[in-house]
């Protein structure tokens, strides 16, 4: 599976949009990016996936550069309880299991 | 609701003492996933179970197994625990192309 990079931390003002990157070069054509979250003393959580077109559901939206070497997850309008530890992960579909790396700690703070 | 179920939450074993978690889902997925995280690093996979086959990661020490006696429940055994596999053990789900996996809330085991 291909290495992915994000920062540690990041915070974000509570109703504003919180943007969070990830880097992952060295990704393959085949190979899907995922993001979850854990927020503390919970098991993690699903959010979105996508392989190259952009995908927005329910909960986020998720941009993927068109050389798909990076990508980006928006939560529109942050709230407290997004508060959380986000981890994006590339993996390929067939391979079960999510390798997850260390994840940026987010704060929405009032 | 449909769900994944630890039990128990808090599971306390002495150093080399068997120990055994346990998970359950209603959810009928076809793949179960355990998972090792320890105090502020990411979850790291153990091993699943694509139906009946076991897929054992290949840095899972051998005093890790794990049983999936029907498709309901899976459960992690550990043989000899040590001070080191203190952490909280997460079971999760999934459907066969795995892409939403499901988690429980998780066990913290402690070891003394």
């Known amino acids: 599976d291909a290495k992915t990079t994000q920062p540690p931390s990041m915070d974000c003002a509570e109703g504003r949009a919180a943007n969070l990157p990830c880097n992952h070069s060295?990704?393959?054509?085949?190979?899907?990016v995922y993001w979850y979250r854990q927020i503390h003393s919970q098991g993690p959580q699903y959010i979105i996936h996508?392989?190259?077109n952009n995908e927005t559901n329910e909960m986020a939206s998720l941009i993927i550069t068109e050389d798909r070497k990076s990508s980006t997850l928006i939560l529109p309008h942050a709230t407290l309880r997004d508060t959380a530890v986000y981890y994006c992960?590339?993996?390929?579909?067939?391979?079960?299991?999510?390798?997850f790396g260390a994840g940026t700690r987010l704060t929405v703070k009032p | 609701d449909a769900m994944v179920i630890q039990n128990p939450r808090y599971q306390v074993t002495q150093f080399g003492k068997p120990v055994t978690l346990s998970c359950s889902q209603t959810?009928?997925?076809?793949?179960m996933y355990w998972y090792q995280q320890k105090s502020s690093q990411a979850p790291k996979l153990l091993f699943h179970?694509?139906?009946?086959?076991?897929?054992n990661e290949a840095d899972t020490p051998d005093n890790f197994q794990s049983r999936r006696p029907n498709t309901s429940f899976c459960f992690l055994d550990i043989r000899s625990p040590g001070l080191g596999d203190a952490a909280m053990y997460l079971c999760?789900?999934?459907?066969?192309?795995?892409?939403?996996?499901?988690f429980g809330p998780g066990t913290r085991l402690t070891v003394t």
């Open positions: 992960i590339v993996r390929v579909a067939e391979i079960q299991g999510m390798r």
């Open positions: 959810l009928n997925h076809n793949v």
């Open positions: 996508g392989l190259k």
């Open positions: 999760a789900t999934s459907t066969r192309e795995g892409n939403e996996q499901y």
């Open positions: 179970y694509y139906d009946k086959d076991f897929n």
């Open positions: 060295t990704i393959s054509g085949n190979e899907y």
